[in-house]
């Protein structure tokens, strides 16, 4: 394990240090230089790679940005959450609480479905912004904003319940913040079957079985292998 | 020839293989446990296969692979003999619980292949690779950190991303996700 | 009794100044840290965040004085006094400007002139190492320990090239005194170079430098602080005004450094083909002087932290290879050529 | 300088000192440990120590379906956490048998360039602040910002992208995508040259680079390195070339290869990698466009993901070196066991040999030309 021994072989610009120092601070001093000049230049944006920050909101945040989350109302102020409870399920770090309730008769301008959420809480503490609510949501209904300033101060604040997702969603609609509706993916169109094989997006379509079916066998073959295997080696310690 | 037979043909005389599996293309041979050095030691000489590069080392627990049925997980229960009895008894019939794995890779032609071996838990000793490979070094320590498979030959297996005096053996199946409560045992002395 | 009243205000004076430019270089250093690496550095405190020098005064002050259970109390207690100590008396020997004639009186700007000038700044110099040493070995800290070895080893070693770099000035102006040396770099020599040390002595004057940088702890040469390395070397365990003086006496350091290359290679208070003395009245010659000279002392600091944030850190074993083998055998090619050519000239 | 006095030829009176190099330490990037036996500056031994940043991700992953997995991969190497993503969902669409469309797996080859180029510019900033040269560092730093605002108007999220789907992604590139891209090449470019100027020729940098834990590439291989480390060493194995996956066989690049397997070679390879990493976006962007806008960029994926009992291993190349995912099903729909091969795990355990007989300050630039990243080391 003895170590390569690596002979140095300099140039002789490279020997005398000081040119390559000199080289080096011609380099800095044009950033120096450049950033000097830029520091005059009014206002609180002077530097152009720097923000500073609190006073100097200026810096474009992406419309698709994963922030704070917010639970959307349809054009006529009704929820659309039908708390089918398909992002509690989904999140990863089990963050979302949603109770189910049913529409009373005269609350049609409340709620947009029949089935409403009767509390819906989400865990910022726990959330990681993986965005996998809003993509799972048949409605829509929630959506990351593009609020990025979570800090709170006590752990009570960091529990969004409805009112504040409603009151998020708000703020976001005053701020012309809303996001834009996500793009459809493309998704590669079914192989032509004999049954029809039109939206069978969501449902457990048999497009995908197509494939399968190959790979079945093959499995099936390693099952079966795996088994004799175990069987071969028992035989094997028995005679041992 | 594909590789399937070539692994054969090497490991086949000497009645080294246990098992063939291929999945998706990954092919995988099983081998007994008490000649693993030899083994690897065959799959990396022997010309035409030449797996001279130990990617991974890790373990498996079939636990639940074995035991479909869910069961109310007693450790600690006293006097029900006969459950215990019917327990061992199925236990016999059921292949080994752990599995180590060794994905090797052969450079020169880019081959993977995943070598098994089955340990059982009353006998959780494998033969170290480290004599062959240094690079089996922590995924080693590693397995026995959790799932306690001891590897005989390492010349420093304690355990790695545990701290040492850690009571249980956290990737094995019967141990719950959130924690039995460990940090309990932590000591601070000042 | 004017001339101790005289003594006093320019001890007095003199010591506020620098201990002005120490605290106004600790702005500087970010500043220009951060301008040169494409951010604006600290802008917060005042206007451009010049009064951050001010809040880091007033945090280090009211800062809560913790001395390690485990330090030895006295040494660690000593550390920063021996550090700055040094620091600030080395000053007293570089001149900071000509001179200035009130009421008929001719006062030199200078706290005073002794006449072995070289020797006292060099003695000063080392006393630093004790600080840093003591206070190392003090914090019972291995990181701190470790810091304080290496500048042990790193300011003795370079204080030989510095010393024989400092000889060869000797040979060339024939004293010691930093003000006589001053005031022979008026005028030009072979027609049309200023007559300025760094022309008569190029090479030592490189050796100079390097070996100034070395003593001052910077960049390139900052082993004993490394932070990627030994954490923040000797002053690891130290807090509140004691880092305070640590840091503070680096940077007097600097200035003490940076006056003395500027009295023994850049002319001092002269400039080039001009000479303002005979045009000004003595008065206000003194006070154009002491601008010329810290305009070039100015230009030093500058340099400390340009090359800072250009270069890479040495490793120790580096440094001292560079110390013994390339300087000092070149600082004793530098004496043997110039003994040679005043040999040869006079 | 390399022949520093080793214990048994030198002063070596038995009479160490063990300094305690982090968990918490300016050099260590994250929760490392490095416990160091010294006589003086040189070391006599070094045993890193892991586990500080431990969080269990693989006893997670059993838990977790298989989707919700991908957000998990995000924490592991958070310098670049897409080819964390796209080698997890390698890994499973390899094990459902499924066929990525080809404009996805080229958004996805983007996007893993544009991380690579991310991560090994902070690798590299960090090797010179650790080496003492701050302002290389910020001049990359800079720029990699820039890739995070791609990264930010791809999929909303800077670090934590939780790149793709299992399938393929889950949005086309920004219609932006090219102005950025074409703004953002010559900047990356320049930051790249600006750092060599300042750092590659410069005597004090080779001084402290050259010839540093040396290694030569038998040991190397042995010791199952891979990736930049690997290639410094002088052995040519990139898994984009050596087994292509998302269409790298049809991109035009080189593999950088080193000489000596010390902390110059692999600053080098690690620059010339940013370089060819822009020559294939440029390549792969140029086959997106050819594709029709409305190109499928997912697989037929059923919602809950079920793949069938089997047990694969997929691996791409991580900035980092080999990244694999080896993932076990039994055909419920979590996953059985998810073992991850970490590439710096594999190299940072030979790191007492790396440093043998070296001194101190090597050990530091020995450690950050690895590119340990704790959160890949302890999963």
């Not at chain 4, 997670?60 to 298989?66: I, N, Q």
């Not at chain 4, 797996?105 to 960090?126: K, N, S, T």
């Not at chain 4, 040396?214 to 990736?227: C, K, P, R, V």
Request: with cysteine; aromatic share 12%.
């Amino acid at each position: 394990m003895a170590k390569p021994v690596v002979k140095k072989e300099y140039t002789l610009k490279e020997r005398i240090y000081l040119w390559e120092i000199l080289k080096g601070m011609k380099l800095t001093w044009g950033h120096f230089w450049y950033n000097f000049k830029a520091c005059w230049r009014p206002g609180p944006h002077t530097i152009p790679t720097c923000w500073q920050y609190p006073e100097d909101r200026t810096r474009e945040i992406s419309p698709i940005f994963r922030g704070e989350h917010y639970l959307q109302r349809d054009d006529k102020g009704r929820e659309v959450c039908i708390a089918c409870g398909m992002c509690a399920k989904i999140c990863p770090a089990k963050c979302i609480t949603v109770k189910k309730g049913k529409r009373k008769e005269g609350e049609e301008d409340k709620y947009a479905a029949k089935t409403y959420p009767a509390s819906f809480e989400i865990d910022l503490l726990r959330c990681i912004f993986c965005g996998f609510c809003e993509d799972t949501c048949p409605k829509n209904a929630i959506v990351l904003g593009r609020e990025f300033e979570l800090a709170r101060f006590t752990k009570e604040e960091c529990i969004l319940d409805k009112r504040k997702l409603l009151l998020n969603y708000r703020k976001a609609k005053e701020e012309g913040k809303l996001k834009p509706p996500k793009k459809p993916v493309p998704v590669v169109p079914a192989p032509p079957k004999p049954e029809k094989a039109g939206g069978g997006e969501t449902k457990k379509s048999k497009a995908p079985a197509a494939g399968k079916a190959t790979k079945r066998p093959v499995v099936k073959v390693k099952n079966t292998e795996q088994a004799e295997g175990s069987e071969n080696k028992k035989a094997a310690e028995k005679e041992k | 020839m594909d590789l399937k037979n070539r692994v054969e043909q090497c490991l086949g005389p000497e009645n080294l293989v246990v098992a063939m599996a291929e999945c998706q293309g990954d092919l995988s041979v099983e081998v007994p446990k008490r000649s693993i050095l030899d083994v690897m030691r065959l799959l990396r000489d022997t010309p035409g296969l030449g797996f001279n590069f130990l990617s991974d080392v890790f373990g498996v627990d079939n636990l639940d692979l074995n035991k479909p049925k869910k069961r109310p997980k007693k450790k600690t229960e006293e006097g029900e003999g006969a459950e215990e009895a019917e327990e061992t008894a199925e236990k016999e019939s059921l292949p080994p619980r752990f599995e180590v794995i060794y994905l090797l890779l052969c450079l020169e032609r880019n081959e993977r292949l995943q070598v098994k071996v089955r340990v059982a838990e009353d006998d959780m000793e494998v033969d170290s690779l480290y004599s062959i490979w240094k690079a089996s070094d922590w995924p080693e320590r590693e397995a026995f950190d959790m799932y306690g498979i001891r590897f005989k030959g390492h010349p420093n297996l304690k355990r790695l991303l545990m701290w040492d005096d850690f009571p249980a053996y956290p990737l094995r199946k019967d141990y719950p996700l959130e924690g039995q409560g460990e940090e309990r045992h932590l000591i601070y002395d000042d | 009794m004017d001339d101790w009243l005289i003594a006093i205000i320019k001890v007095v004076g003199i010591w506020v100044w620098v201990l002005l430019i120490a605290v106004v270089m600790t702005w500087v250093e970010r500043r220009g840290a951060g301008l040169i690496q494409d951010r604006p550095g600290p802008n917060r405190a005042g206007p451009w965040g010049l009064f951050q020098p001010l809040a880091d005064g007033i945090k280090l002050f009211t800062k809560e004085e913790i001395i390690p259970t485990k330090a030895q109390k006295f040494l660690y207690i000593i550390g920063p006094a021996l550090f700055s100590l040094p620091a600030f008396s080395a000053y007293a020997v570089v001149p900071f400007g000509d001179k200035i004639i009130l009421g008929g009186k001719e006062i030199i700007l200078q706290v005073s002139d002794v006449n072995i000038g070289f020797l006292y700044i060099l003695a000063i110099g080392s006393m630093a190492v004790y600080g840093v040493i003591l206070g190392g070995w003090g914090s019972t800290n291995k990181y701190s320990i470790l810091g304080g070895l290496r500048s042990t080893a790193q300011m003795v070693s370079y204080e030989v090239p510095l010393g024989l770099a400092l000889l060869a000035v000797v040979f060339v102006y024939g004293t010691f005194s930093l003000r006589d040396i001053s005031l022979a770099q008026q005028g030009t020599f072979l027609g049309f170079l200023p007559n300025w040390g760094i022309f008569k002595q190029p090479l030592g004057f490189i050796l100079f430098i390097v070996a100034a940088y070395a003593e001052a702890n910077r960049v390139p040469f900052d082993l004993p602080e490394a932070e990627s390395e030994i954490v923040s070397g000797y002053h690891t365990e130290y807090g509140s005004m004691r880092l305070g003086l640590y840091l503070f006496g680096e940077y007097v350091n600097l200035v003490t450094i940076s006056g003395t290359i500027v009295a023994l290679y850049f002319g001092s208070w002269h400039l080039p083909y001009i000479d303002l003395g005979a045009y000004l009245g003595p008065i206000s010659w003194g006070i154009v002087s002491f601008c010329i000279f810290f305009l070039k002392v100015a230009f030093f600091l500058w340099l400390f932290v340009w090359v800072r944030w250009t270069l890479p850190r040495f490793r120790y074993d580096q440094v001292m290879g560079l110390g013994w083998r390339g300087l000092i055998p070149l600082a004793l090619f530098n004496i043997f050529i110039t003994a040679l050519f005043i040999q040869l000239t006079v | 300088m390399n022949q520093n006095p080793t214990p048994q030829t030198g002063h070596g009176t038995g009479d160490y000192v063990t300094v305690n190099i982090g968990p918490s330490h300016p050099a260590m990037h994250g929760t490392l440990r490095v416990i160091a036996l010294t006589d003086g500056e040189s070391l006599i031994k070094a045993e890193p120590e892991i586990g500080y940043l431990h969080r269990g991700v693989e006893k997670l992953g059993e838990s977790l379906s298989y989707h919700q997995f991908i957000p998990i991969t995000d924490r592991l190497n958070y310098c670049s956490a897409i080819p964390n993503n796209v080698s997890y969902e390698m890994a499973v669409e390899k094990l459902m048998g499924l066929e990525v469309p080809e404009k996805a797996q080229l958004i996805r080859v983007i996007m893993m360039e544009l991380a690579r180029i991310a991560d090994h510019q902070v690798c590299v900033g960090i090797l010179g602040v650790d080496l003492g040269a701050f302002t290389p560092f910020f001049y990359l730093i800079i720029q990699r910002e820039e890739i995070y605002e791609i990264f930010e108007w791809f999929n909303g999220a800077r670090l934590t992208n939780t790149f793709g789907r299992i399938g393929g992604v889950d949005a086309d590139l920004p219609d932006d995508f090219e102005d950025r891209w074409n703004e953002l090449k010559p900047n990356v470019r320049k930051a790249n040259e600006e750092t060599e100027k300042l750092l590659t020729h410069n005597r004090i940098w080779m001084d402290r680079t050259i010839g540093v834990s040396a290694f030569s590439a038998e040991d190397a291989l042995n010791w199952g390195f891979t990736g930049p480390c690997l290639r410094a060493c002088g052995v040519k194995r990139d898994l984009r070339k050596d087994e292509p996956y998302c269409m790298y066989d049809k991109f035009d690049f080189e593999v950088p290869v080193g000489k000596n397997g010390d902390v110059f070679d692999r600053y080098i390879v690690r620059m010339i990698e940013m370089e060819q990493s822009i020559k294939i976006i440029d390549q792969a962007y140029k086959l997106y466009k050819e594709m029709p806008a409305d190109a499928p960029l997912m697989a037929r994926v059923p919602k809950v993901i079920k793949p069938p009992a089997g047990e694969v291993y997929s691996a791409l190349e991580s900035p980092n070196g080999e990244l694999g995912f080896f993932v076990k099903s039994d055909g419920s729909a979590n996953p059985y066991r998810i073992r991850i091969r970490p590439p710096c795990y594999m190299i940072y355990q030979a790191f007492p040999e790396l440093v043998k007989g070296e001194l101190i300050a090597d050990l530091v630039a020995c450690l950050s030309s690895l590119n340990v990243i704790a959160g890949e080391l302890d999963r």
